[in-house]
Nanobody, 123 residues
Framework: QVQLVESGGGLVQAGGSLRLSCAAS????????MGWFRQAPGKEREFVAA????????YYADSVKGRFTISRDNAKNMVYLQMNSLKPEDAAVYYC????????????????WGQGTQVTVSS
C-alpha cells in the first residue's frame, strides 16, 4: 500500500490560488490512478479530480471544472492540484488518494489515503 502525504493547504482570499501537493512513499506511484477529494465541515467527502497513471486522462467535478487542474510527476512520485479562482465554498480538508483502478478513484473509495490538508478561503 502506498503512503500519501498532502501539503500546500492554507488560508487564501476568494479569487486567489493555491497548489496542493501529494507526496508518495513506500512504493512508486507508477500504475496508480490518483485523485483529490475534499470534505467540508458537516458535509460528506466529495470527489474533486482524478488522473490516470500516465496522466493522459483527467476528470473533474463540475464544481471545479475550469478552475482546478490535476497533474502528476511519476518520476518524483508527486501529484498536484492547482486551484485557481478559489471560492469560499471550496474551503475544506483536501485529501489525496490512490488506487490501481481509475474507475474506483472516480466513482468509489480508493484504497490509499493521505491525512489531508486544510484549505480555508476568506470572502
Amino acid at each position: 500500500q502506498v503512503q500519501l502525504v498532502e501539503s500546500g493547504g492554507g488560508l487564501v482570499q476568494a479569487g486567489g490560488s493555491l497548489r496542493l501537493s501529494c507526496a508518495a512513499s513506500g512504493r512508486t506511484l507508477s500504475g496508480y490512478a490518483m485523485g483529490w477529494f475534499r470534505q467540508a465541515p458537516g458535509k460528506e467527502r466529495e470527489f474533486v479530480a482524478a488522473i490516470s497513471w500516465s496522466g493522459g486522462s483527467k476528470y473533474y467535478a463540475d464544481s471545479v471544472k475550469g478552475r482546478f487542474t490535476i497533474s502528476r510527476d511519476n518520476a518524483k512520485n508527486m501529484v498536484y492540484l492547482q486551484m485557481n479562482s478559489l471560492k469560499p465554498e471550496d474551503a475544506a480538508v483536501y485529501y489525496c488518494a490512490a488506487d490501481l483502478s481509475l474507475q474506483v478513484v472516480r466513482t468509489a473509495v480508493p484504497q490509499s489515503w493521505g491525512q489531508g490538508t486544510q484549505v480555508t478561503v476568506s470572502s
